[in-house]
T-cell receptor, first 112, second 115 residues
Framework: GEDVEQSLFLSVREGDSSVINCTYT??????LYWYKQEPGAGLQLLTY?????DMKQDQRLTVLLNKKDKHLSLRIADTQTGDSAIYFCAESIGSNDYKLSFGAGTTVTVRA | GAVVSQHPSRVICKSGTSVKIECRSL??????MFWYRQFPKQSLMLMAT?????????EQGVEKDKFLINHASLTLSTLTVTSAHPEDSSFYICSARTGYSYEQYFGPGTRLTVT
């Protein structure tokens, strides 16, 4: 867990954009992921990005990757109350694409 | 599709007893299952990786004899916490993947409390 860092809390107004930031350490990571966890539920894969990409957009979600700085961000456009959850950043570990190292999670609270 | 269940969702046990947690892939065959442990406001820590029919691979610092993992079929893996102590109290989460995809599908987690 200490290899992936993210801020713990984010409060955003409904309709605004949310940006969640993450830094990682393993430069050989092939995939970087964003997961969402709602109360009492398992982790849901939101999106992922290959390490050779700079940006990926999927509907309201935009992922930016700065490989030089090992910085990953997730932008949620037009944030809704249903977006309130914990968001986890994760990186694949080394040459093994299936083992993941997670950040501590960012709790996003959407206020009306 | 791609649903993973865990049972039980919550368990309270006394110190010194053993507890078994089940992880099932409901609609796909899981060649690999992972067990994680999550402390409050902390990240998921990978405990072990198990492939069907073979011994689990444990992460550094995880006691094999304390956390017994069995992956006897393509749809079921179990984690047994032996001789549980209060410091084993945690949220245990499993995930599963097929042999065809990088994606891991996560279970809802099991809250273990050892008194």
């Amino acid at each position: 867990g200490e290899d992936v860092e993210q801020s713990l809390f984010l409060s955003v107004r409904e309709g605004d954009s949310s940006v969640i930031n993450c830094t990682y350490t393993d430069s050989s990571s092939t995939y970087l992921y964003w997961y969402k966890q709602e109360p009492g539920a398992g982790l849901q894969l939101l999106t992922y990005i290959f390490s050779n990409m700079d940006m990926k957009q999927d509907q309201r979600l935009t992922v930016l990757l700065n490989k030089k700085d090992k910085h990953l961000s997730l932008r949620i456009a037009d944030t809704q109350t249903g977006d309130s959850a914990i968001y986890f950043c994760a990186e694949s570990i080394g040459s093994n694409d299936y083992k993941l190292s997670f950040g501590a999670g960012t709790t996003v609270t959407v206020r009306a | 599709g791609a649903v993973v269940s865990q049972h039980p969702s919550r368990v309270i046990c006394k110190s010194g007893t053993s507890v078994k947690i089940e992880c099932r892939s409901l609609d796909f065959q899981a060649t690999t299952m992972f067990w994680y442990r999550q402390f409050p406001k902390q990240s998921l820590m990978l405990m072990a990786t198990s492939n069907e029919g073979s011994k689990a691979t444990y992460e550094q610092g995880v006691e094999k004899d304390k956390f017994l993992i069995n992956h006897a079929s393509l749809t079921l893996s179990t984690l047994t916490v032996t001789s549980a102590h209060p410091e084993d109290s945690s949220f245990y989460i499993c995930s599963a993947r097929t042999g065809y995809s990088y994606e891991q599908y996560f279970g809802p987690g099991t809250r273990l409390t050892v008194t």
